[in-house]
């Protein structure tokens, strides 16, 4: 896919609790405007989801200043805007944020010259109900759509109980768990909740989902992947407990006893940007970020294969 040329205008996501300085965010002004490139400003603090303005929604690429987080919830907005997406790392692992900011006015330099490419990830759409406000009975309600990157979680809202769910591939059932919760990731998502939680780790060109059970209260309930075009629908078989769901880490609505949502994939997958084979290697980035797969036998200067 070749990368749009030349930039003229770009969006920067900037989290002003990772950047309060504004020091990350003054360098990247500097060095594109200095090539003629006009650039809007969206400001987040925190966990917030970015807020865009008619001038910002539609750029030629949006760079992201913060943590692997703001970058989840900068492909919620941009997803569908076909806007790729590049991060500059303030946060702690940078594993979606991969710039190191000391590295980022070369790395900008090879943005204004065309010296990229464009990774396309897969992304989730969730379908859950309305709220517990609307007055539509709850078997009934209608559903609405979001966007996710890495996950989509199901768990009880009481986090001393179990739950139970109902898992449907297809209208197919395939599965009923007793447990914490459950998880359906991507590829991109399967190093982040759902490898804590046992998940397997997923090259990001495979075109699966895992679905992961949390704690199940089972000997056999092991994790499952199933192609990407599948269609997912866990059911809260609890009768009385209420179910959250979070999205990428941030919660995202619930569902009722007998309520259930549906995972399958968007329409549109994210684009990122990658710049080179050894900076975007999806094995080199578990090893040095990660640190998968480390012989506890290895020294400095032994060779890693």
């Known amino acids: 896919m070749n990368p749009p040329s030349p930039l003229r205008t770009v969006t920067i996501v900037h989290n002003v609790a990772t950047d309060p300085q504004c020091a990350a965010l003054k360098t990247a002004q500097t060095v594109l405007e200095r090539h003629g490139v006009r650039v809007c400003v969206a400001t987040v603090n925190g966990y917030e989801r970015p807020a865009l303005t008619p001038d910002s929604a539609h750029p030629d690429l949006a760079i992201v200043i913060g943590g692997d987080g703001t970058v989840l919830r900068a ?32 790395y900008l330099e090879r943005l204004i010259s065309g010296q990229y490419a464009l990774e396309e990830r897969l992304m989730l759409r969730v379908n ?10 709850a078997p009934a309600r209608p559903h609405v759509a979001a966007l996710a990157l890495n996950d989509a979680m199901v768990k009880n809202a ?115 940007v990658v710049f080179g084979p050894k900076e975007e290697d999806f094995y080199w980035l578990l090893k040095t970020k990660l640190h998968w797969a480390r012989n506890p036998r290895w020294r400095p200067g032994d060779s890693e294969g």
């Open 75 to 106: 492909t919620r907005v941009f997803c569908e805007k076909r806007v790729p997406i590049v991060g500059i790392n303030l946060g702690n692992l940078g594993f979606l944020a991969r710039i190191d900011p000391e590295r980022a006015p070369d």
């Open 158 to 272: 009481n986090p001393s109980q179990m739950a139970s769910f109902r898992l449907f591939i297809n209208e197919t059932p395939v599965a009923a768990y007793d447990a914490d919760g459950v998880i359906i990731a991507t590829p991109t998502g399967s190093t982040a909740y759902t490898v804590s939680a046992g998940g397997p780790v997923i090259s990001p060109q495979a075109a699966v989902l895992a679905i992961t059970p949390i704690c199940p209260h089972s000997l056999s309930n092991k994790p499952l992947i199933v192609p990407s075009d599948t269609r997912i629908r866990i059911e809260a078989a609890s009768d009385n407990a209420r179910m959250l769901l979070a999205l990428d880490g941030m919660e995202s609505g619930a569902i009722g006893p007998g309520e259930s949502l549906t995972v399958e994939k968007a329409p549109e997958p994210m684009r990122f």
């Open 128 to 137: 859950t109900p309305t709220g517990d406000d609307c007055e539509i009975p």
